[in-house]
């Protein structure tokens, strides 16, 4: 039974990822103006001030948004091929089952790094978008989503 759990979490993060990045892709232009919002620095009333910079150019803000597109269909996909090679190896020996798990893993992995790495990092740490509703509201989610996906990512990594 716990192989088919694992096998059925893989899928359901390959899942989350895919209509992460479809939603993204069909509300486009929403997404860009989220990323360039955010990335623009703008609102900012509690930490005014940065050590660094803000990001303003739409060519930039698009190549962002892009990069997070391209992240969540790769961890979606990655995540499926695991789905589907953990479901080959269902009735394998612990051994071959265990050894099946890459995919699962790397798709979970990079599931983190996006919501924890760019949102968390980058969005709400470099960016500070806590200091903005809707960013407050989306690093919120994204610190919910990269523990899920790390949770995901724990029960498919315990040994068979």
């Known amino acids: 039974m716990n192989r088919y759990i694992k096998i059925a979490l893989a899928a359901f993060a390959s899942l989350f990822c895919l209509f992460y990045a479809f939603q993204n892709m069909a509300n486009l232009g929403a997404a860009e103006w989220f990323v360039g919002t955010m990335t623009a620095m703008e609102g900012h009333e509690y930490y005014p001030n940065t050590f660094a910079f803000a990001v303003k150019s739409p060519v930039l803000v698009k190549t962002m948004l892009?990069?997070?597109i391209l992240l969540e269909v790769a961890a979606g996909l990655l995540a499926g091929?695991?789905?589907i090679d953990l479901f080959g190896r269902r009735n394998g020996s612990s051994d071959e089952f265990n050894g099946a798990k890459t995919y699962a893993l790397v798709g979970t992995g990079?599931?983190?790094v996006i919501w924890?790495?760019?949102f968390g990092a980058f969005g709400g740490a470099f960016f500070q978008m806590w200091q903005v509703e809707?960013?407050?509201n989306a690093l919120r989610d994204a610190s919910f989503y990269a523990l899920q996906h790390g949770a995901v990512w724990l029960i498919i990594r315990a040994d068979d």
């Open 116 to 118: 924890f790495g760019i």
């Open 110 to 112: 990079l599931a983190v």
């Open 81 to 83: 091929k695991g789905a």
């Open 134 to 136: 809707a960013g407050l």
């Open 66 to 68: 892009w990069i997070i």
